[in-house]
């Protein structure tokens, strides 16, 4: 019994160890945000706020601003109260909505994370398992059916998937709607709005999954034809075990471990696409919102999306490299 | 519960890497499987779980059911449960991701629709029974060495107790002491069942079953009681494979066969390799053939018998000079005949080259009466202790060396130069002219006796009458004729007949020793035995005599 929560307190122990590093490229990415506006040429207050939204503010908002962000102070003043802005989820200004940053990509933030977060999933699971199967089969009719098709997939730009399917579902066939998320004044409710999501959510989710799917379905059939090989495989068939088993549970499981690590290298890939699938859907995620915020040029917004964008992926890929500890016994006791 | 295998064929496309295999055995049977990688011993492991890639055709009853027409499900049903096996412990053998007892549960559960908790148990049990630690059951299989991961495997195979137990290279990648462990275990592990061990290692064999099958290119050569098959092989190929094996109870220095498998020739698979072929041997496939609980398939029936001495008797001024001597020479085998001067090695020696007649007895050459005419002494010659005396001080080394051919005019004046220089090489010897020019007295004692040598092999003999042929030489310079002639008898297959009074070096060059005594053979067989166990007491002195005249001459030790 002790020599077991010994060794769990080994685990725990090296999982402190990694979980700096997280830290470590949060702070990093947290510093870059503050020191780069900074570093701009001139006046600070011009760098964040830019040319334009200052001749539209009066002394009073100037005076405001300055105060808020403590720039008239030395810089670890300014260092500090940026922290302390952040720490109460204060991400600046937002000049083009007349509200604070963080209040408008709230707004936006959800149906981002709706659309990538079930993208995500689905077009890993729905991977996963077509690689695993085509894999497990390969040179069946599956496989020679599966294989060209996931080619063709993985060759296309997102935003060209993401025209072609609303062109012909939204504007030929009239299935799905051209924009939004949701029928504005519709007035639904449990069920119906459920729906309503649904079916704004239906084409981008679809380009965003159809794309994802083609990296993780090559990955995990290559990885499954490299595992079939392992001599663990014949002894599980020496055992007599089920093809289900030695599919899924041995071949499959074992499989898995790459293609973990390869999805998690694409989040940042996906999310970049959900930004662009965003504008080609008019999808009100902080894709629309980022290219609302760059064509008004509204630095703060700019600087809080890309803020939230990097801390998601960060989170992802810490999440990703659990799963990875869990998956693989050998990483968790060598790291 | 019983197996039997008749004509079992394994394809890949046009290749066939089983040519019809036999087998048959019964419950409490244990088969070794031996013979060279890429032989087709695991494919034929495999084949009997039906687990191999290849297209089977024949038969595979199993408790009277054929295998081969069993449909896929049916056969899983069968793997783990009725019939398991044991793989190499090599590092992917065992599925990283679970834990030792993981993968044995599952083996069991695999079969069983029991409880979690009694798969768990029996698990452990098995666990238990193989020895492995139990703080180790919990852990994943790179943190178990290979002895450990090994036992996994063989848990695993024995979790629904099989009738029929499959063991490929169980102990391979084992260190001395781990292995002697395994084997331990398995030999507990194989009793009760029928139980087939395929290896290369014979040592490992000869322990763990009591029937061995040689394979050699996907056909059985030789098969019959392991301990028999070791002490006395019958085929060449399954000669060849202990002598290449070091082993603690063979004695003479390790030999390898000539050439390397060929696949897909028609024949006797082993004829490019085999030093005894005939013209048959390339055309048939020999049929297995079971003579006396031995199996054997050669078109010669097995190594020949070269030389018979049969009951030869002399005598001089009524002093028997070799009395009631009978003793065979196999095909490409030394026999050493030892015994102190006086003994009557010499007088036999001249007897077998027909320089004496005997009083009684016969000697018959590849099963005729030895006549000593030219064809006699085309397969049999003699090298003497003096080689210096033994070539005429007239004949510089080439005319020594062409001699035999020119006596028994062979060949024509070309052809006796060219076997003349391919002796002087197989001899190592140089074959330039200033060295063809030279006389023996301006050759070293180790060059004129492998002119000797030469001279002796440009006839192409079978036997080779060697009478203390080194004894004048000095020690490297006859370790170096030592390994010569050995090499000529892996190479060409020759006999040799190895006289010497020196027991010591009879051990090293020898696969039988015959002692002789006053004339009388008294103590014949395998060297190694001879040797550890001498029968007679003269063998055992002599045995003595050697080892304390060598116990003091070794390799000295380092000064500090």
């Not at chain 1, 059939?221 to 093809?243: C, D, P, Q, V, Y």
């Not at chain 2, 020895?131 to 180790?136: Q, T, V």
């Amino acid at each position: 019994m002790s020599s077991l929560l010994k060794r769990y307190d080994f685990i725990i122990k090296i999982d402190l160890i990694w979980l700096s590093n997280y830290v470590a490229s949060f702070l990093l990415i947290l510093i870059l945000n503050f020191v780069l506006p900074r570093m701009m040429p001139g006046d600070p207050l011009h760098a964040i706020y830019g040319e334009e939204a200052l001749i539209a503010m009066t002394p009073e908002m100037e005076a405001e601003i300055i105060k808020r962000f403590a720039l008239d102070q030395p810089w670890h003043a300014q260092l500090l109260t940026y922290i302390i802005a952040l720490l109460r989820g204060d991400l600046g200004y937002s000049y083009y909505y007349r509200t604070g940053v963080s209040d408008v990509i709230l707004c936006f933030l959800p149906w981002t994370l709706l659309l990538t977060g079930l993208a995500f999933m689905i077009s890993s699971c729905i991977g996963v398992i077509l690689g695993i199967e085509s894999g497990y089969r390969r040179g069946s009719k599956f496989d020679g059916f599966m294989l060209p098709i996931m080619m063709f997939l993985g060759g296309m730009p997102d935003f060209f998937i993401g025209i072609i399917l609303l062109l012909l579902f939204g504007v030929t066939l009239g299935l799905a709607p051209l924009g939004g998320a949701m029928s504005p004044y519709a007035g639904h409710s449990g069920i119906d709005l459920v729906m309503d999501i649904a079916h704004h959510l239906m084409l981008p989710l679809i380009t965003l999954v159809l794309v994802q799917l083609a990296p993780t379905y090559l990955l995990t059939r290559n990885a499954m034809l490299t595992t079939l090989r392992a001599r663990f495989i014949m002894t599980a068939k020496a055992t007599g075990l089920s093809e289900g088993d030695i599919r899924y549970k041995h071949a499959g499981r074992n499989s898995l471990l790459p293609v973990v690590t390869a999805i998690g290298i694409r989040v940042p890939n996906m999310i970049t696409g959900a930004l662009f699938l965003e504008i080609v859907f008019s999808y009100p995620g902080v894709g629309t919102l980022l290219n609302t915020a760059l064509s008004a040029r509204d630095y703060p917004l700019i600087q809080g999306v890309l803020l939230i964008v990097t801390v998601t992926v960060l989170t992802t890929n810490f999440l990703v490299d659990m799963t990875y500890t869990r998956l693989d016994p050998r990483v968790r006791y060598a790291r | 519960m019983m197996l039997e295998i008749s004509g079992l064929v394994a394809r890949y496309g046009e290749h066939e890497v089983l040519r019809g295999i036999d087998l048959r055995l019964e419950k409490g049977d244990s088969l070794a499987i031996i013979g060279e990688s890429g032989a087709g011993k695991t494919t034929l492991g495999l084949a009997m779980m039906r687990l191999t890639g290849a297209r089977l055709d024949g038969k595979l009853l199993f408790d009277g059911m054929n295998l081969l027409e069993f449909s896929e499900d049916e056969m899983r049903r069968l793997r783990g449960d009725r019939m398991a096996m044991v793989f190499q412990n090599v590092e992917d053998a065992l599925d990283p991701v679970y834990t030792a007892e993981e993968q044995v549960c599952e083996a069991i559960s695999a079969h069983n629709k029991w409880s979690k908790t009694r798969i768990r148990e029996r698990a452990r049990a098995l666990l238990t029974a193989v020895g492995l630690d139990e703080m180790r059951y919990r852990l994943y299989p790179h943190q178990l060495s290979g002895g450990e991961r090994q036992r996994v495997l063989i848990a695993m195979a024995l979790a629904n107790d099989p009738d029929l137990l499959i063991l490929d290279e169980p102990t391979a990648s084992l260190d001395a002491l781990t292995k002697a462990d395994i084997v331990e275990l398995l030999r507990s592990a194989t009793s009760d069942r029928i139980s087939i061990i395929i290896t290369h290692d014979i040592s490992l064999a000869s322990s763990l079953s009591k029937k061995m099958a040689v394979l050699y290119s996907g056909a059985i050569m030789e098969m019959g009681r392991t301990a028999d098959l070791i002490r006395n092989p019958k085929h060449p190929y399954t000669r060849g494979l202990l002598r290449s094996f070091p082993s603690m109870s063979t004695t003479k220095d390790l030999q390898g066969i000539p050439g390397r498998t060929i696949p897909g020739i028609g024949g006797c698979p082993f004829h490019p390799r085999c030093t005894q072929k005939m013209e048959i041997c390339e055309r048939e496939v020999p049929r297995p053939v079971e003579l006396n609980g031995r199996q054997i398939a050669c078109h010669r029936g097995g190594i020949v018998p070269l030389l018979e001495i049969r009951d030869v008797s002399k005598k001089f001024n009524g002093f028997h000079a070799v009395s009631h001597v009978t003793l065979t020479l196999y095909e490409g085998e030394t026999v050493a005949l030892v015994g102190e001067s006086g003994s009557g090695k010499t007088t036999l020696a001249k007897i077998l080259m027909g320089l004496i007649e005997p009083d009684s007895g016969e000697i018959l050459l590849e099963g005729e009466r030895a006549r000593w005419d030219a064809g006699f002494y085309r397969r049999v010659q003699m090298i003497f202790q003096n080689p210096k005396e033994s070539i005429s001080h007239r004949l510089n080394v080439l005319q020594a060396v062409r001699e035999p051919l020119d006596v028994q005019k062979m060949g024509s004046e070309e052809e006796r130069i060219t076997s003349a220089m391919w002796a002087l090489e197989s001899a190592e010897l140089p074959t330039d002219p200033e060295f063809l020019r030279r006389y023996p007295h301006q050759l070293s004692g180790g060059e004129a006796q492998r002119v000797a040598i030469a001279r002796a092999l440009v006839m192409h003999p079978k036997l080779l009458i060697a009478d203390e042929p080194t004894s004048a030489l000095d020690p490297s310079v006859q370790a170096k004729i030592l390994r010569l002639l050995m090499d000529l008898q892996e190479r060409m297959g020759l006999s040799i007949l190895f006289i010497t009074h020196d027991i010591a070096l009879a051990r090293k060059v020898s696969d039988r020793i015959a002692v002789m005594l006053r004339g009388s053979i008294v103590e014949e067989g395998p060297s190694g035995e001879v040797l550890r166990e001498p029968a007679h007491w003269y063998t055992a002195s002599l045995v003595e005599c050697a080892s304390i005249c060598t116990r003091t001459v070794g390799v000295p030790a380092m000064e500090q």
